[in-house]
């Protein structure tokens, strides 16, 4: 296989489409706890999502996993969807509704390039909220790659976007 192609840069991945146990609760978290936007449904088997009036970034479905169990840690499939947030400043207001809300976070770390928070959706689907600081902000290796790190997020920093 020729290995000289490449993607187009202005490529973008459009929406992710998630099969889900209970489109109620999954509603409840991505609508209202996270603040998407209900853009069209298809009765109580599928609804779609976005932020913005996009026709969707998230499709949902219970197709084929109506009351299904929760994805186990271990199995195959996705590892996380990344939501990516403006700005620093929305991305502690969103931190801030989930701890009002007691939502628990499964992680959240400093990459250097990027701050984020990690959850699960009540399926067991990981979640990526971040925000990207400025290109011009990273750091680069003598190779040309971006230097990228895992540390603990300044939560507490964070939350000051928002005094």
Known sequence: MDNSYRIPSQTRIGHIHLKVADLERSL???????GFELTM???SQA???SAGGYHHHIGLNTWQ???ASRSLPTAVGLYHTAILYPNRKELAVILDR?????YPLTGASD????????????????????????????????????????LPLDIDGLLSELI
């Open 47 to 49: 609804a779609f999502i």
């Open 65 to 67: 996993t109506e009351g």
């Open 28 to 34: 409840n978290f991505y609508q209202n706890l996270l």
């Open 98 to 102: 989930l701890l009002k809300a007691n």
């Open 111 to 150: 990459h250097g390039v990027s701050e984020a928070l990690y959850l699960d959706d009540p399926d067991g689907n990981g979640v990526e909220l971040y925000w990207d600081r400025p290109k011009e902000t990273w750091t680069y290796l003598p190779d040309g790659s971006i230097k990228m790190v895992t």
């Open 41 to 43: 449904r298809y009765g």
